[in-house]
């Protein structure tokens, strides 16, 4: 089974940087992307950032130009945010999509605990 564990939260100031690390464990081959989405205390869950598994990367409007989805090895995957905004403050999650392998254990998205970020103006 796949399982995602989140990292590099924090807080800092608006104008900051923070990378955010995903740790990646199972088989690695069952995930078809990786991706980041975000949530903020009484909001919906909102997508940031995918990568596919030949790299290609898409972003959302309200992040593109100030992050950067990563896969530098099979089993982890970065997002690194550079020019922080209050709004980007939320809970950030990893999430993969599993292929309907028998192996892959049944299920259809696995997602990571989240990590918090913080950025105060």
């Known amino acids: 089974q796949v399982q995602l564990v989140e990292s590099g939260g924090g807080s800092v100031q608006a104008g900051g940087s923070l990378t955010l690390s995903c740790g990646v464990s199972g088989d690695t081959t069952c995930s078809i992307n990786m991706a980041w989405y975000r949530q903020a205390p009484g909001k919906e869950r909102e997508f940031v950032a995918i990568?596919?598994?030949?790299?290609?990367t898409s972003y959302a409007n309200s992040v593109k130009g100030r992050v950067a989805i990563s896969q530098e090895r099979s089993n982890t995957v970065y997002l690194r945010m550079n020019n922080l905004k209050p709004e980007d403050t939320a809970m950030y999650y990893c999430?993969?999509?599993?292929?309907?392998?028998?192996?892959?254990?049944?299920?259809?998205?696995?997602w990571g605990q989240g990590t918090q970020v913080t950025v105060s103006s």
């Open positions: 999430r993969t999509s599993l292929r309907p392998w028998l192996r892959c254990g049944g299920t259809a998205v696995v």
């Open positions: 990568i596919d598994s030949d790299r290609t």
